[in-house]
């Protein structure tokens, strides 16, 4: 069964890098058909695409964030990573790593809570 | 980007009865493939969104036939015909035509 499991630092100091890590367990993330992604949602409102990727090389940002975000994979752990420039208080959010197929996201993960703050 | 507009923002239902989301596009969602990515997804407190239903009217496994999903080109609704007490959450409707794929504001269902 698919398992996506983010990591990463709760708490980020305003100017700085967020950076975020998904497990894969279950499936290789070097399959094809498949778009890994990441979504957030900042607490109390709804869900934002921030982008993602497919391992055929395509690759999908959110215009509003594209400037600040990298995406990056590590095969040999199973592992997809976001990073998320500059970031502020605006960028505090619950922070989803997702397997997609082409128009839909069955695979979620629980989330991780990344908060901006001095 | 395409605009989801849900409505309603809130709907208190009593057990037992039915309950309907609207979901509208600010875009036809028929894809150039022929399929219409319209999907809706449950989030209960706490808990990652799930998906019930992808293109329009598909029940993931596992959800119960309570749940339904309908409709066409900029107009879907999401349908439950008996409410129960575990359907309490916010019910997203996201569309995956263009990119980027965005989502509804939120139904939060909550019991009377």
């Known amino acids: 069964q698919l398992q996506l499991q983010e990591s990463g630092p709760g708490l980020v100091k305003p100017s700085e890098t967020l950076s975020l890590t998904c497990t894969v367990s279950?499936?290789?993330?070097?399959?094809?058909?498949?778009?890994w992604g990441w979504v957030r949602q900042p607490p109390g409102k709804g869900l934002e695409w921030i982008g993602g990727f497919s391992y055929d090389g395509s690759t999908y940002y959110n215009p509003s964030l594209k400037s600040r975000v990298t995406f990056s994979v590590d095969t040999s752990k199973n592992q997809f990573s976001l990073k998320v420039t500059s970031v502020t208080a605006t960028d505090t959010a619950v922070y989803y790593c997702a397997r997609a197929v082409t128009g839909t996201v069955p695979y979620w993960g629980q989330g991780t809570l990344v908060t901006v703050s001095s | 980007d395409v605009v989801m507009t849900q409505s309603p923002l809130s709907l208190p239902v009593t057990l037992g009865q039915p309950a309907s989301i609207s979901c509208r596009s600010s875009?036809?969602?028929?894809?150039?493939?022929?399929?219409?990515?319209l999907n809706w997804f449950q989030q209960r407190p706490g808990q990652s969104p799930r998906r019930l239903i992808y293109?329009?009217?598909n029940r993931d496994s596992g959800v119960p036939d309570r749940f339904s999903g309908s409709g066409a080109g900029t107009d879907f609704t999401l349908e439950i015909s008996r409410v129960e007490a575990e359907d309490v959450g916010v019910y997203y409707c996201m569309q995956g035509t263009h990119w980027p794929w965005t989502f509804g504001q939120g139904t939060k269902v909550e019991i009377k």
């Open positions: 293109k329009v009217s």
């Open positions: 875009h036809s969602l028929l894809n150039s493939d022929g399929n219409t990515y």
């Open positions: 279950g499936d290789s993330i070097s399959g094809s058909g498949y778009y």
